[in-house]
Every structure is written in C-alpha cells, then in structure tokens.
C-alpha cells in the first residue's frame, strides 16, 4: 500500500509538475492549423497542357508579361518572345478613350544554356503613362499581333488604397494551376503580384530543361500580361550548373524578365525599389553578397532613409529566403541576412516582410531579434512594435511539394502556420489600415484561412497581434 500511495503521489506531483511546465511553452506559441490537407504527390503538367499552348500563326508572340518600368507607376515594362524569327520589338499601345496608337521600340536578345537555344526574348519600355488609366497594348507587330491590356496605378499617395497579391515558389504543377486559379477568382482583387521568387522550377530538370522556362511563361501569361509582377530572385533563378559549363548565375533568369532597378539608384536586377499607390517596396536578393561593404548592403544603407511615410506609409520587404520559420525546411537559411539588416528594418519600421523559398504558409507576430551583443545572451526573439510582421507565402505548388514537418513546439513567434498551398492579398485601405488574407487552395475562392487586420507602424503603431503574450 504505502508503496503503491507513493508511487501515486509520485505520479500526481510529476503530472501537476509536467503540466506547470510544460503550459507556458504550450500556451507561448501561436496556431499551428489543424486543417488536414489530403496527401497528393505534386507533379508537373504535362507538356501539352492547355495551359502551355502556343498561340497558333507564324512567329505569334507568347510568354507575355508586364511589370513596373520606373520607380512611380508611369512606365511599364512589356516583355514576349518570337520563336520564329526576331520580328518586330515595337509595341502599340493606347488608351481606353484614345484612337490614336503610340508606339514605344525595344530590343531583342536571346541566350544559350548547354544545349538550349533561346527564342527572340522582346523587351520594350513604355514610358509617360497616364496614372489610373486603362491601356491596351499589342505586340508581335507585322506577323501575327496580340492585343492585351493594363490599368496603370493611381499616382503615389499617402491614402491611396491599393491591393497587392502574393504569390511564391510556384512552378507549374497542377497545383500551381490551382494557385493562380484562386488568386484569379478571389473576390478580393488584386491588382499587382507580389512574387517572392522561385518562378519556374526548370532546373529540376536534366540540364535545367529551359523548355520549362518556356512553358511557365506561358503558363502565366493570363495574368502576368494584364498585370505588372513584381519580381524577386529565388534559387531557383540561379541556374548555376559548372558541370555543364553554365557558370554565369542568374542566366535565363536576366534575359527572360527585367525590372526597373537603374530607377532606384540599384546596380544590378536583384535588389531595387519601386513605389506603388501607398506602398514603398523593396525586392532584396538572398542569393546576392549582402555583406558590409558589399553593393546590396550599400544600396540598402542608402535607401531606407530615402522612404518618405508622409508619401508611402506602406513600407514593404520582398525577399526569398524566410527570417524567421519554423519549419524543418530551409531552417536559418536566412539567418545571415537576418543578422545583417534586422536592426534597420527595426529602426525604420518596416510594416511587413515576404518571403517564400518554404513550400507552406506562416505569419509572425511582431518581433525583433536584434538585442544580442555575443556576450549578453540576449538571443531569444520578443515582441516588438517597431518591428514587422513576416509572412511566408512559398506555398505556390510547385514540383518540390510542401514543407509539412515543422519545429516544436511552435516558437512564440510563430502566429500561424499551415502547410497548405495558396496565395494571399494585402489590401491596403489608407495609411493607417490594411486587411491581409491568406487562401488555401483546398478551399473555395471565397474562404480566407488566415487574416488579419495590419496597422500601419508609422501612422497608427498599436499593437495587431493575433496571440497572446506570454
Ligand atoms: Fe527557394
């Protein structure tokens, strides 16, 4: 008996103790969703997908796409490739209530990648654009012309409401189909992607099958030619293959899409800046030296004070490889990075940070990191308000699949996480409130699976957080 009492009492206390414990570290952290997504491989679609047709007659531009040619909304970039031959590189472009067609010339180039030759990669910028104002806009001028449209962004302005999707990692599965799909068909609108990096996945392929770049440009064309993607670089960009004697990084990647990055002051396409509406938004490289001293950290050092809340409140962060995740994936890769520039994104208040490179989805609460001096151990994360909220949308779909094993328990900072794919909107309202929502593809277009009311950290710095601290 006395032995058994014992043992009883023993089991109580270190029960009672264990839940003492172990309450805090299980009340800490935020909700990891316990939605169950059925398990099925993703793979890609198959070369004669519809999805990938070519648009039928002699040397018909394909792959189109635009994105943001200066650093105000004036100007677009028009991109397409000619298989054929060269053809023209003009665009005739004009407004909704205009007759009259203006023409804007660019330039052709091509590459090569092993045993791959490029088609005619057209690049034409189209400058003195009317804010607001619909465009149309064709090209493949003199074979075989398409017709297509844009609506610029109303000039840059503090109360300016603007809605921006975002997409990452999305490749060309079946499920990166249903991705573009959802963020098509959500009844919130957006207006411009937001793309964290990782586009097409070619160099999954034997020799980084360029094809496959290809036909990702062609996949996205239904949404990339009627609005302006805003491109980051991820690793799937680099396309560095010594062993086929491809030794110069970003190669298909440079000649396919180019951003506006001399408008910025930048030096190269892999970090620059843009305003858009109410939003300032800077597309930074993890695959770029970010060192001190190096050009990336230069330009970096030099830009954020040039930010002007009173202009832009929105200060937006685009970059692939996540600060702060708690998955199993990718785990600390951006740690570095993390350590160089956390402190100004706190100094200067950045509003919310992107990334992708994690195949799921997960969003921080307000944290910084940047206490620790090597000697006073200070190295946990903590709630800070001056500091972003960071989101991970790498959950485009792509042929990898998802990141599905996560750390536990969840860290405090981790507000949400689900590894689902899907996209998500930023809906900014006016400089002191924006509605972020998060959509799983697993779901109808309506349904938002994770949201969030965002206050602007310049103009209205209370506390958004979705849990509670500890
Ligand atoms: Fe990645």
Known sequence: MGVRRTSFLGCFILAVLGLIISAPILCRGGTTSSF???????????????VFSVPPGYNAPQQVHITQGDHVGKAMIVSWVTMDEPGSSTVLYWSNNSKQKNKATGAVTTYRFYNYTSGYIHHCIIKHLKFNTKYYYEVGIGHNPR?????????????????????????????????????????????????????????????????????????????????????????HEIDFAPEIGETKPFKPYTHRYRVPYKSSNSTAPFWYSIKRASAYI?????YSAYGMYTPQYQWLYEELPKVNRSETPWLIVLLHSPWYNSYNYHYMEGETMRVMYEPWFVQYKVDVVFAGHVHAYERSERVSNVAYNIVNGKCTPVRDQSAPIYITIGDGGNIEGLANNMTEPQPEYSAFREPSFGHATLDIKNRTHAYYSWHRNQEGYVVEADKLRLYNRFWHPVDDSTTAKS
Not at 178 to 199: C, M, S, W
């Open 282 to 286: 800077i597309v930074l490289s993890s």
């Open 147 to 235: 017709t297509f449209w844009f609506v610029t962004p109303p000039q840059v302005g503090p109360d300016v409401p603007y809605t921006f999707g975002l997409i990452g990692d999305l490749g060309q599965s079946f499920d990166s189909n249903r991705t573009l799909t959802h963020y098509e068909l959500n009844p919130i609108k957006g207006q411009t992607v937001l793309f964290v990096g990782d586009l097409s996945y070619a160099d999954n392929y034997p020799n980084h099958d360029n094809t496959r770049w290809d036909t990702w440009g062609r996949f996205v064309e239904r949404s990339v030619a009627y609005q302006p993607w805003i491109w980051t670089t991820g690793n």
């Open 36 to 50: 169950v997504r059925k398990v099925e491989k993703t793979i890609d679609m198959p070369m004669d997908s519809d």
